[in-house]
């Protein structure tokens, strides 16, 4: 859909959010209830915001746009350092579709990335052994475990 723009920020949510947990087009369609139920508020891409079929640059024309937004996909081109920006953060979920909100709940919980503050230029990929990820202030690749619950 090439030409086609993103609304403001504004019109996309009704209102200007101060942060946004933004799932992915393709996220589960039956993990959403879980992360409702757990009471972790998010829009999806292709439902309450832009359009069906979008395609990853204009999903991070999005991640421009708005303000303080968490993107959880499954796709892995999202978990690379150079897509690492002061304004949002990208959690690749390499974990299988059933497992999805379930990580989604864990990452939002680690002590490491618990508040919009610290996700803030991180590109993560959350795993079953633990979360990799890169900061924009940072050099290197990091890991850190998952905490028992």
């Given amino acids: 859909m090439a030409g086609r723009a993103w609304p403001p ?17 393709n996220f589960p369609e039956d993990q959403r209830p879980r992360l409702r139920q757990w009471r972790i508020p998010f829009r999806q891409i292709g439902h309450e915001v832009g359009w069906h079929g979008v395609k990853d640059d204009n999903v991070l024309g999005l991640l421009h746009r708005l303000r303080r937004v968490t993107l959880f996909t499954q796709d892995q081109d999202f978990f690379q350092k150079e897509l690492c920006h002061p304004t949002y953060c990208l959690l690749y979920l390499d974990v299988c579709a059933d497992d999805a909100a379930e990580y989604v709940r864990r990452f939002l ?4 990335f618990d508040t919009q503050a610290k996700r803030m230029g991180v590109v993560a990929r959350a795993h079953h052994e633990g979360i990799e990820f890169w900061q924009r202030i940072r050099a290197g690749r990091q890991r850190a475990n998952w905490l028992e619950s």
């Fill in 9 to 25: 920020a504004a019109q996309a949510f009704g209102h200007c959010p101060l942060s946004v947990n933004l799932l992915d087009e």
């Fill in 109 to 112: 919980r680690h002590p490491l």
